[in-house]
């Protein structure tokens, strides 16, 4: 929990606000409407105090019945009306603006943001909850609408509103002028500071503390079967308490400095607004300022401190939505650990040959590297099983293959083709996979079985059904292959889900096909069914068969048994069967032992 305690970065201000204006800039046309409409507003509110002192002093200088004075008072009135009448147009077409500006900039952000945590490397993945990372990308969202809304219709007009006063007041009294800038540069630099020096760290540790509680209801969600399996309700209670706990407090701690640079704010608007109504009241004891000039004094100071109150929520929420967006931006910063080269063309897999040459590779900064200098070559249509202790690298090997990592050194080829160089997804939608725990969509039986050749007609995935002694027990459900199957697959069992998975792999047709076998915790029934679909999906394809019970892979062409990173042994069943003391025959007897 130490990493959530560390300083907020202070750089992500710039980076945040650079981000946002980059998109504004995708906008030129919308950006120019929303600006300029505003401005007109702005302009608008900054001049009528102006004809509200003239009204004034045509009211207090004579009479209704005087047609001069009428004249006068009447036509302010309309141009009061038209001012008024301006403002509310331009702030329509303004809004209008922003909306689209905002809704435009957030779908493309969105859809950035997936993209790039689509593409993001296995590791990154394995790292991050899949809660938190959506509860990033959301609050980003919007924040961004926040961010815009306070920009455009709040912080840029008051800018507007503040030096436009300043430059009407000083017009008529200098002295004002000097007033008004100085306590507004001092409220302005007051308000920053407090916010970006005093709120922003306060509020950025909340935000960790926020992630963190949504990675936390995530994983129990997610994990729900097997907190009901161990009676842990109770106990996930607890860790929840501890950690909202937490985020009350972090979360209070934001809140309650955000209160006390508010009261700071306010105080300093109130010195502000006595100086200028002091002065004013000056002039008018001193025959400089006439009744209608008090009152364009004190319409434009109500109108100014209206703005200025304003400013200081603006700058506050700008703080905020900047705090909000950062993890955002730094998903769109972060490399993808394993990316296409720009050159990158689509690989053609027609045999299926596979070679390892002089391969190097380690997992970070681990050493000893996993692989050092290994070669190894796959015939085509060739079937090879994985043996080995947990962590002797089979996985990884496979792994290698779809490239979901980059080498430290060496090749991998395919058809001799460097892996390395080809775009990723052309590779890995010609290799089939059937995990050990098949992960399904919560979507149709008829959509997962598709997934791996889209735009399969239902012929076709009735058959790969078929194939994969699927199709019986589908039918068995009310709504057949439109079934649901709920969250990762959860609706069905596990048995069924396999078959699920290599139905998929027989519609993908793929040249290459993983099998990660797994058939150690179905029954019988099941584990016979599986087996065959198994026999028939290797059929005319590169097969690698992760293997974990061994008896399964007797009937392969050819076994490759590794320990750390090494493939010490070599060769089929009866082979290998018969090496004394080799790592094969001691594995195979002490399972056939746990068997009896």
Same mark, same amino acid.
């Given at each position: ?174 002295? /004002? !002028?000097?007033?008004?800038? *100085?306590? +507004? %540069? =001092?409220?302005? &630099? $007051? ?102 000039? /008090? !009152?364009?004094?004190?319409? *434009?100071? +109500? %109108? =100014?401190?209206? &703005? $200025? ?110 892996? +390395? ?176």
């Amino acid at each position: 929990m130490n990493r959530f305690r560390k300083d907020p970065d202070c750089s992500i201000f710039p980076s945040v606000l650079a981000f946002t204006a980059q998109r504004w800039m995708g906008q030129p046309t919308r950006l120019t409407i929303v600006t300029t409409a505003m401005v007109v507003a702005t302009v608008a509110d900054v001049l009528t105090p102006v004809y509200c002192g003239t009204l004034v002093d045509a009211v207090a200088k004579g009479v209704a019945t005087e047609e001069t004075v009428w004249n006068v008072a009447i036509s302010t009135l309309l141009i009061l009306m038209a001012l008024t009448l301006v403002a509310v147009v331009m702030r329509h077409v303004a809004l209008t603006g922003v909306t689209d500006l905002t809704l435009t900039m957030a779908a493309g952000i969105a859809s950035e943001a997936f993209h790039r945590v689509q593409r993001f490397s296995t590791d990154w993945h394995a790292n991050n909850f899949a809660g938190s990372t959506v509860r990033k990308i959301m609050r980003g969202i919007s924040a961004l609408v926040v961010l815009n809304d306070t920009i455009f219709l709040e912080l840029f007009p008051s800018l507007i509103m503040l030096v436009g006063s300043a430059i009407l007041l000083g017009w008529y009294w200098p002295g /004002m !002028a000097l007033i008004i800038a *100085s306590s +507004s %540069v =001092l409220y302005t &630099y $007051l308000t920053v500071v407090l916010s970006l020096r005093y709120v922003a760290p306060a509020a950025s540790l909340a935000n960790c503390w926020d992630t963190r509680l949504g990675g936390v209801i995530a994983d129990a969600i997610g994990c729900n079967a097997v907190i009901k399996s161990f009676g842990g309700e109770l106990r996930e209670d607890e860790r929840f308490a501890r950690v909202i706990a937490k985020w009350r407090r972090r979360m209070r701690r934001a809140w309650v400095r955000a209160i006390m640079a508010g009261t700071a704010r306010d105080i300093t608007l109130i010195g502000l607004w006595l100086s200028i109504i002091g002065y004013s009241l000056l002039l008018w004891s001193r025959g400089q300022a006439s009744p209608g000039d /008090m !009152a364009f004094v004190l319409t *434009s100071v +109500s %109108v =100014l401190r209206g &703005y $200025l109150r304003n400013l200081g929520t603006d700058v506050r929420n700008v703080q905020r939505s900047v705090n909000e967006m950062q993890d955002l931006v730094k998903i769109q910063g972060q490399p993808l650990g394993v990316a296409d080269r720009p050159e990158a063309r689509p690989i053609r897999i027609a045999k299926g040959r596979i070679e390892f040459e002089n391969v190097h590779f380690q997992y970070g900064k681990q050493q000893p590297p996993l692989y050092s200098d290994l070669s190894i070559s796959i015939e085509p249509g060739e079937k090879v099983g994985l043996v080995g202790p947990s962590g002797s690298g089979k996985t990884t090997f496979v792994k290698l293959i779809q490239r979901l990592y980059d080498l430290s050194d060496g090749r991998i080829l395919i058809d001799k083709q460097d892996i +390395s160089i080809v775009a990723q997804d052309s590779l890995r939608s010609q290799i089939a996979i059937v995990q050990q725990d098949p992960i399904l969509f919560h979507r149709s039986l008829a959509e997962n079985i598709a997934y791996g050749r889209p735009g399969a007609s239902q012929a076709e995935i009735e058959q790969a059904a078929r194939l994969a002694s699927a199709h019986e027990f589908i039918r068995r459900f009310p709504k057949g292959y439109a079934t649901l199957v709920g969250e990762r697959g959860m609706k069905l069992s596990g048995g069924e889900r396999q078959r699920v998975a290599i139905a998929r792999a027989f519609l993908a047709k793929a040249p290459i096909l993983i099998l990660d076998e797994a058939t150690s915790s179905l029954d019988s029934e099941s584990e016979v069914l599986i087996q065959k679909a198994m026999e028939r999906l290797m059929v005319g394809r590169t097969t690698l068969v992760i293997a974990h019970r061994l008896s399964t892979v007797r009937k392969l062409d050819r076994l490759l048994v590794f320990d750390r990173g090494r493939i010490i042994e070599e060769g089929d069943h009866a082979t290998l069967i018969r090496l004394k003391g080799g790592i094969y025959s001691r594995l195979f007897e002490l399972q056939a032992l746990a068997g009896c």
